[in-house]
């Protein structure tokens, strides 16, 4: 018999959307993967490809989810925004500690199950295409993009993609265009016009990809995966900064680095503890 949705179901609902909405916009961090953990990513997918059965089940949880991902994704803008202005390199090596905290986690997802000659296949192209076209942007064409409608609604897009499909974080591509930070100075001064350019993004997105993905990863897991995880890893070697104030900014950036890492192990470690428990409760 299904449980009453109560108030404790709705605190919990809207504290799952704050974090989920944090981890859309925080680097290192995926809103698909949040959504997974919280065993909300199952209902999601569903609601998408298949509204007419699962709009009825799961109606009275999306108010909740929908006011906390706001809140989660307006009010770290802030944060990060102000960060940024304190200092950009330290900020990024926190964020590429993060990034790479969460590798571990990615690859052991990757391979849940097994690793084909195909899946390292997706992962060597993947990393090849990604690290040389945001190479080649960042660095030898030095090409720094002016913000506008088209680019902020490929930032929608790229959030969409983070929802649509778990380990997929999309602030390290922003990064290597030059589009995050002037992003979150927008949402963290509550420009709603420039959310409301980005937001064609990810609607579009989410629609077309919803059922696409979905199938995707039921038929090549591995390989859909081991591409991501390419993804991952050339957007963040590309995001590495180069330019420093003095030895001081280079070594707090180690230690923010050392600590966004072993953050992101923690948690990592915390997933696996509840994921566990949830396991158990189903056996049960």
Same mark, same amino acid.
């Given at each position: 018999?299904?449980?009453?949705?109560?108030?404790?179901?709705?605190?919990?609902?809207?504290l799952?959307?704050?974090l989920?909405?944090?981890?859309?916009i925080?680097?290192?961090? &995926?809103?698909?993967v949040?959504?997974v953990?919280?065993?909300l990513y199952?209902?999601?997918?569903?609601?998408?490809?298949?509204?007419r059965h699962?709009l009825?089940?799961?109606?009275?949880?999306a108010p909740?989810?929908a006011?906390?991902?706001?809140?989660g994704?307006?009010?770290?803008?802030k944060?990060?925004?102000?960060?940024?202005?304190?200092s950009?390199?330290v900020t990024v090596?926190?964020?590429i500690?993060?990034?790479?905290g969460t590798?571990?986690?990615?690859?052991?997802?990757?391979?849940?199950?097994?690793?084909?000659?195909?899946?390292?296949v997706?992962?060597?192209?993947s990393f090849?295409v990604?690290?040389a076209?945001?190479?080649?942007m &960042?660095h030898?064409?030095?090409?720094?993009v002016?913000?506008?409608f088209?680019?902020?609604n490929?930032c929608?897009a790229l959030?969409?993609?983070?929802?649509?499909?778990p380990?997929?974080?999309s &602030?390290?591509v922003?990064?290597?265009?030059?589009l995050?930070?002037p992003?979150?100075?927008?949402?963290s001064?509550?420009?709603?016009?420039?959310?409301g350019m980005?937001?064609?993004?990810?609607?579009v997105?989410?629609v077309?990809?919803?059922?696409?993905?979905?199938?995707?990863?039921?038929?090549h897991?591995?390989?859909?995966f081991h591409?991501?995880?390419?993804i991952?890893?050339?957007?963040?070697?590309?995001?590495?900064?180069?330019?420093?104030t003095?030895a001081g900014e280079?070594?707090?950036?180690?230690v923010?680095c050392?600590?966004?890492?072993?953050l992101a192990?923690?948690?990592?470690?915390?997933?696996?503890?509840?994921?566990?428990?949830?396991s158990?409760?189903?056996?049960?």
């Open positions: 018999m299904r449980k009453p949705y109560g108030l404790m179901l709705w605190l919990r609902d809207l799952c959307g704050i989920i909405g944090a981890g859309g925080l680097p290192g961090v &995926s809103g698909g949040l959504a953990v919280f065993d199952r209902p999601f997918m569903e609601v998408l490809t298949h509204p699962a009825p089940k799961y109606w009275k949880r909740a989810l006011i906390g991902c706001v809140v994704f307006m009010g770290f803008a944060c990060i925004s102000l960060a940024l202005d304190l950009a390199s090596w926190l964020f500690g993060l990034i790479v590798l571990p986690a990615l690859f052991r997802e990757a391979g849940e199950q097994g690793r084909s000659r195909s899946a390292w997706s992962l060597v192209f090849g990604m690290y076209v945001l190479f080649y &960042s030898v064409a030095a090409i720094h002016e913000p506008n088209w680019w902020y490929f929608g959030w969409g993609m983070s929802i649509i499909i380990g997929m974080t &602030s390290s922003m990064m290597a265009l030059d995050y930070e992003l979150m100075k927008n949402l001064s509550l420009n709603f016009w420039v959310l980005a937001l064609p993004g990810i609607v997105t989410v077309l990809l919803a059922r696409l993905v979905n199938w995707f990863f039921g038929k897991y591995a390989v859909a591409g991501i995880l390419g991952v890893i050339a957007s963040t070697l590309v995001i590495i900064p180069t330019v420093y003095g280079m070594l707090l950036s180690a923010c050392a600590g966004g890492f072993f192990l923690f948690l990592g470690k915390l997933d696996r503890r509840i994921f566990g428990k949830q158990d409760n189903t056996e049960a």
